[in-house]
């Protein structure tokens, strides 16, 4: 029996300091026959670096985009030249941040054939060297655990369904299906976005974590991870107002940080003194949820000390989102796209 073929494909846009590291991990792959990247009009060194590596790697293809046509997000037009030029049997739509294990893609194969599936996707475990990533990523990534938990994503007898764009197996032919990246041309979530389609027409879905398949660092400054997520909560989160407050109202710890203020204004009381104790038993049991979650997501347990600046960040976040995404801009990679693009 033939090795089913697989067409890597990766978007990038002034991704200097990654591409390397992402193209090489990929071609190490033997499933992979190709690696394209579509260099989506950068303004770094990353066609430089392009132009080393097809020195050295002979499956690897460069391609160019030109002028965004309106409706589009860079993103998605780069991941449709990249699959109307692809020759696999599978398309791995991957991101230029993301490195790819050895042994990763057999391993998608594989999970693909025991389910069935014509599309496997995984959440790569993430690198974080800032205060602010340790506080943020894990925080976010609990939460929509909760929101797409794998096992339902992955019951076909039910219509939750999501994927994680950073590692995103497709079969050829259930892509075409359900028309591609140009069905979801405008979409700020495509990943989520091609996972219910594909989900809708009949087609097995397989989303998991990603431990030993691949490893991302999202975000190298506090900025573009304020962006990348402004960009993105709103939409994951729902998309609607009454969805985001509904999570505001489950995450931030009101009632304790009320006691904890009302408590402080009291302090030399012993009224205030009780609420400040209360307040922070309250607050204490919010760590331990905290903990228990950090846990089930296969992160550290010390980032539980991260808890407070991770829920005040992450509610200042979302409401960011919100914002910009119904009312004003979103800025990605120096684009601006208009509020519900979609």
Known sequence: MNQPTVSAIVPARDEEANIARAVESLAGQPEVLEVIVVNDQSTDGTGAVLSELQAR???LRVLETHELPSGWVGKNRAAAIGASAARGEWLLFTDADTEHLPGSTARALADAEARAAAMVSYSPEQEMRSAFERALIPFIYCRLAEKFPFARVNNAELPDAAANGQYLLVRREGYAAVGGHTAVA????EDVALARRLKRAGY???FAPGQGIARTRMYRSFRAMWQGWAKNL????GGSGKAVAKELIAVVPWLALALLFAGALESTRPVGQALLAFGLLLLAGRHAVYAAELRRNRYPARLILYYVPAVLLYAAALATSAWKSTRGTIVWKGRE????IR
């Open 337 to 340: 796209y208009p509020a519900r």
């Open 234 to 237: 709103f939409f994951l989160l």
């Open 57 to 59: 790697l002979p499956n």
């Open 186 to 189: 405008g979409e700020v979530l």
């Open 204 to 206: 097995a879905i397989y």
